[in-house]
């Protein structure tokens, strides 16, 4: 499979010592690590469902806030996922980095906020697909459309 062979390739670049390779390529992330990659396909993992839960507890404080403390609350998210023996990994074509730079994790929460925000936003923004004859149908009470028997009875009737 392509995770077989990616870790086949990340594998023999480690023991090549090769110099292409970082010094702290991630064959697999950790529960705890927070993972970021272009795409949904990483919003399951078990760091990034924390990381999330982390962001909704602290987005009302957050977008209460004044720039200053935006700031603060977005390093306290940085040191509570490090405090749980997370990291935060990014993807770099053909493995997983270790993010060691603190202001580029801290600009990565950040941006979990901004993508919660719009992420509420869109749900706020949703439509219903009701018309506006919708309270008009089914007067008589019937929950599917009369057969064809069934308006040939009632015409028959009349």
């Not at 870790?7 to 023999?12: C, D, M, S």
């Not at 935006?70 to 980095?97: C, H, M, P, Y």
């Not at 994790?105 to 950040?110: C, I, L, N, Q, Y």
Request: charged share 30%; glycine share 4%; with cysteine.
């Amino acid at each position: 499979t392509k995770n077989h062979q990616q870790w086949i390739k990340v594998r023999r670049m480690k023991e090549r010592n090769c110099t292409d390779s970082p010094d702290e390529a991630v064959e697999c992330p950790c529960l705890n690590d927070v993972i970021f990659r272009i795409g949904d396909s990483y919003l399951h993992h078990p760091g990034n469902v924390m990381f999330r839960g982390l962001i909704e507890a602290r987005y009302e404080a957050y977008t209460s806030a004044g720039r200053n403390e935006k700031i603060a609350i977005t390093w306290s998210l940085v040191d509570e996922v490090l405090n749980r023996n997370g990291r935060f990994l990014v993807w770099d074509a053909q493995w997983w980095s270790v993010l060691h730079d603190r202001e580029k994790m801290r600009e990565k929460v950040a941006g979990a906020f901004k993508n919660q925000k719009r992420k509420l936003k869109s749900l706020s923004n949703t439509q219903t697909f009701e018309s506006s004859t919708y309270e008009f149908e089914r007067q008589d009470g019937h929950k599917r459309k009369r057969t064809d028997v069934e308006r040939a009875t009632c015409l028959c009737k009349c």
